[in-house]
């Protein structure tokens, strides 16, 4: 057990609807990143948080969206979804932020089939 | 750039050694790291390399870097049948925390 905790772990819906996933970081991790896994490409890393602020971003479409509340658990909300957006999306964390080694321990990921 | 290949996929007898190999372009890269995903399960962080490093062993796992070549692999000594599973290895560069992955290598244990 990594000590990070994504819900839900399924979820299904249809095109063109909303969902919101939820991660909670390991005890004092200040860190927050999302990563997409889909068959076509790959582990991608989408967005990270640091201490409530957006720190880097990467393959993100403007669809999608996340913030860092104050208790320092995340969310990943994905709107106007289509069928391309299901995958594996995965919550990672890590103590600090900016370091040469920023150990990431990994959530078990929340799996989206959009229909 | 960043980039980061993989072997697709690797069969191996179990008490064999196993070695998958990955490459990167990133001459920055300053820690390189190895994960384990198993079949319906999130990336377990196996161990991770500096880049001034050339070889880390722990316990079966050893890893071996040449940073002249951008060449990485992990060896899996007396390969068991729980190691099947996807390994991936991982980029991080100077002072950026995202992690750029391989495509994974698919380990497949025979017996």
């Known amino acids: 057990d990594s000590g990070v905790t994504q819900t839900p772990k399924h979820l299904i819906t249809a095109t063109g609807q909303r969902v919101t996933l939820r991660c909670s970081p390991r005890s004092g991790d200040l860190s927050v990143y999302w990563y997409q896994q889909s068959l076509d490409q790959g582990l991608q890393f989408l967005i990270q948080?640091?201490?409530?602020?957006?720190?880097a971003k990467g393959n993100i479409l403007e669809r999608f969206s996340a913030q860092q509340f104050p208790d320092l658990h995340s969310e990943l909300n994905l709107s106007s979804l289509e069928l391309g957006d299901s995958a594996l999306y995965f919550c990672?964390?890590?103590?600090?932020?900016?370091?040469?080694?920023?150990?990431?321990?990994f959530g078990a990921g929340t799996r989206l089939s959009v229909l | 750039g960043e980039d980061v290949e993989q072997s697709l996929f690797l069969s191996v007898r179990e008490g064999d050694s196993s070695v998958i190999n990955c490459t990167y372009t990133?001459?920055?890269?300053?820690?390189l790291y190895w994960y384990k995903q198993e079949p319906g399960a999130g990336l377990q962080l196996l161990t991770y390399i500096f880049s001034n490093m050339d070889m880390k062993q722990d316990q079966r796992l050893t890893v071996l870097l040449n940073k002249k070549d951008k060449h990485l692999s992990l060896r899996i000594a007396d390969t068991q049948t729980g190691d099947s599973a996807i390994y991936f290895c991982?980029?991080?560069?100077?002072?950026?925390?995202?992690?750029?992955f391989g495509t994974g290598t698919r380990l497949q244990v025979t017996l």
């Open positions: 990672a964390s890590s103590a600090r932020d900016r370091l040469a080694k920023n150990i990431q321990y």
């Open positions: 990133d001459s920055s890269s300053t820690y």
């Open positions: 948080y640091y201490n409530g602020e957006e720190r």
């Open positions: 991982a980029e991080s560069t100077g002072t950026a925390s995202k992690l750029t």
